[in-house]
């Protein structure tokens, strides 16, 4: 086992894999720009590294600076948490040429998995339908070309994707020719990698995706699904597992493909894969996201496992030692994004309590919220043995959370979870429509 990570990240999930690291007995370094010197994850680290200005290209995805902050300070491993470098082959790669773990799959199966052609015929042949789509886009050119394949509307989708960003959906090759360069840029200052590809547009539909461990042993387990319908321009709002349009049949039929088809390619560590459920009860197969995903404590609250801490064993070769039948799946888990909606400092924090309700955040009183980076400034979490009662237990717990001095969205997710579609569990991903 290590004894020292550092994490390659900020905010609540830094604070969140530091946490973790703690309860192991492990030593933590936390890297930080200039903007985040007096933020949480700096001070319930062990150790604190500037790694640049606020900028996140100059900080956040400054490979060179992360790898000498590791080498500095003695860290065995490297966590990336989510966004930023966590899906970065070349990052992965560097880190294993300088003797350090990367907590996340090797840097061969990541450069296998970038390939979204390679990734689809691995589904295709594990029996999982497949949305028609392309590989990496070389240019715009090619774009045209197959957009008019596939035909109109297709999703543009950025090939480092993740959190909503750089993902279009294109209506005509006007529009195409309008967005193609605004969604690699936003793919570029995000994520470092400005490639793009297409996939087909299902529509209406459902997003569905399935939360994997793996270890080094080809052991894979599902850990449930999640429902990631209500979202606004692509951008998750509420997430919930299980999925109130899964049936036990369709869960079982489903797992089993994703079980063989993650054994197949020898993948290690935690993952996900997304789906979109058409209406005819079909599920169709998107992309894997080789990292931890951001509403990964819906999964941990409903089946009561640490995600975090299982990335860290199996990054360090320790097998699951668990079984499907092991996963219990009771009840429902439901998650509320809090994003900010504007910039300041905090004044006052109150966090809800009772049984079963878990605030992610990386707010303090006094702490500034900045425009650098991603909105999100905390995720509540619930869990109940019904959904009527998880949906109650939600309510009480958003009109408990005060945040003061910075303008959240607070006020829609109540008004969310209150509407009369999301009660039933009657809803797509078209549910926010021109909110």
């Given at each position: 086992?290590?004894?020292?990570?550092?994490?390659?990240?900020?905010?609540?999930?830094?604070?969140?894999?530091?946490?973790?690291?703690?309860?192991?007995?492990?030593?933590?370094?936390?890297?930080?720009?200039?903007?985040?010197?007096?933020?949480?994850?700096?001070?319930?680290?062990?150790?604190?590294?500037?790694?640049?200005?606020?900028?996140?290209?100059?900080?956040?995805?400054?490979?060179?600076?992360?790898?000498?902050?590791?080498?500095?300070?003695?860290?065995?491993?490297?966590?990336?948490?989510?966004?930023?470098?966590?899906?970065?082959?070349?990052?992965?790669?560097?880190?294993?040429?300088?003797g350090i773990v990367f907590i996340g799959?090797?840097?061969?199966?990541?450069?296998?998995?970038?390939?979204?052609?390679?990734?689809?015929?691995?589904?295709?042949?594990?029996?999982?339908?497949?949305?028609?789509?392309?590989?990496?886009?070389?240019?715009?050119?090619?774009?045209?070309?197959?957009?008019?394949?596939?035909?109109?509307?297709?999703?543009?989708?950025?090939?480092?994707?993740?959190?909503?960003?750089?993902?279009?959906?294109?209506?005509?090759?006007?529009?195409?020719?309008?967005?193609?360069?605004?969604?690699?840029?936003?793919?570029?200052?995000?994520?470092?990698?400005?490639?793009?590809?297409?996939?087909?547009?299902?529509?209406?539909?459902?997003?569905?995706?399935?939360?994997?461990?793996?270890?080094?042993?080809?052991?894979?387990?599902?850990?449930?699904?999640?429902?990631?319908?209500?979202?606004?321009?692509?951008?998750?709002?509420?997430?919930?597992?299980?999925?109130?349009?899964?049936?036990?049949?369709?869960?079982?039929?489903?797992?089993?493909?994703?079980?063989?088809?993650?054994?197949?390619?020898?993948?290690?560590?935690?993952?996900?894969?997304?789906?979109?459920?058409?209406?005819?009860?079909?599920?169709?197969?998107?992309?894997?996201?080789?990292?931890?995903?951001?509403?990964?404590?819906?999964?941990?609250?409903?089946?009561?496992?640490?995600?975090?801490?299982?990335?860290?064993?199996?990054?360090?070769?320790i097998p699951l030692g668990m079984k499907?039948?092991?996963?219990?799946?009771?009840?429902?888990?439901?998650?509320?994004?809090?994003?900010?909606?504007?910039?300041?400092?905090?004044?006052?924090?109150?966090?809800?309590?009772?049984?079963?309700?878990?605030?992610?955040?990386?707010?303090?009183?006094?702490?500034?919220?900045?425009?650098?980076?991603?909105?999100?400034?905390?995720?509540?979490?619930?869990?109940?043995?019904?959904?009527?009662?998880?949906?109650?237990?939600?309510?009480?717990?958003?009109?408990?959370?005060?945040?003061?001095?910075?303008?959240?969205?607070?006020?829609?997710?109540?008004?969310?979870?209150?509407?009369?579609?999301?009660?039933?569990?009657?809803?797509?991903?078209?549910?926010?429509?021109?909110?």
């Amino acid at each position: 086992m290590f004894s020292k990570i550092l994490i390659a990240n900020r905010g609540e999930i830094a604070e969140r894999i530091i946490r973790a690291c703690k309860e192991m007995g492990i030593a933590t370094v936390a890297v930080y720009s200039t903007a985040d010197s007096q933020t949480l994850a700096t001070a319930l680290a062990d150790e604190a590294v500037c790694i640049g200005p606020p900028p996140a290209g100059e900080s956040y995805l400054n490979e060179k600076n992360i790898i000498s902050a590791a080498l500095l300070t003695g860290a065995q491993a490297i966590h990336p948490g989510y966004g930023f470098l966590s899906e970065n082959a070349g990052f992965a790669m560097m880190c294993r040429k300088n003797g350090i773990v990367f907590i996340g799959p090797d840097p061969d199966t990541m450069q296998c998995l970038e390939n979204k052609a390679f990734v689809k015929k691995i589904m295709k042949d594990a029996g999982l339908r497949v949305i028609e789509g392309t590989g990496v886009l070389k240019n715009e050119t090619e774009a045209e070309a197959e957009a008019k394949r596939i035909g109109y509307p297709v999703m543009l989708k950025a090939c480092a994707g993740g959190g909503g960003r750089g993902i279009y959906i294109v209506r005509s090759p006007e529009e195409l020719s309008r967005i193609f360069p605004v969604a690699s840029a936003e793919a570029r200052a995000a994520f470092s990698d400005g490639t793009l590809y297409i996939e087909k547009y299902v529509y209406p539909a459902r997003h569905i995706e399935v939360q994997i461990l793996a270890d080094e042993q080809r052991n894979v387990i599902c850990l449930g699904e999640r429902d990631c319908s209500i979202q606004k321009r692509h951008q998750k709002l509420i997430e919930e597992s299980p999925s109130p349009a899964v049936t036990d049949k369709m869960r079982a039929e489903l797992f089993a493909a994703v079980t063989a088809a993650v054994g197949s390619i020898g993948y290690v560590g935690a993952g996900t894969l997304e789906f979109l459920l058409d209406t005819e009860g079909n599920f169709w197969f998107m992309e894997m996201n080789i990292r931890l995903q951001v509403e990964h404590g819906v999964t941990e609250i409903l089946t009561r496992t640490d995600l975090v801490k299982w990335q860290i064993r199996t990054a360090a070769g320790i097998p699951l030692g668990m079984k499907q039948e092991d996963i219990s799946i009771k009840g429902t888990a439901l998650e509320c994004r809090i994003n900010a909606k504007a910039t300041g400092a905090l004044k006052s924090l109150h966090v809800p309590g009772g049984p079963f309700v878990r605030f992610d955040t990386c707010l303090a009183e006094g702490v500034n919220v900045t425009s650098y980076y991603d909105p999100l400034v905390g995720k509540l979490i619930v869990w109940s043995g019904t959904r009527e009662e998880a949906i109650r237990k939600m309510r009480v717990a958003l009109c408990e959370l005060v945040i003061d001095g910075v303008e959240t969205n607070i006020a829609e997710q109540l008004e969310i979870i209150g509407d009369a579609k999301f009660v039933k569990g009657d809803y797509n991903c078209s549910f926010m429509g021109d909110r």
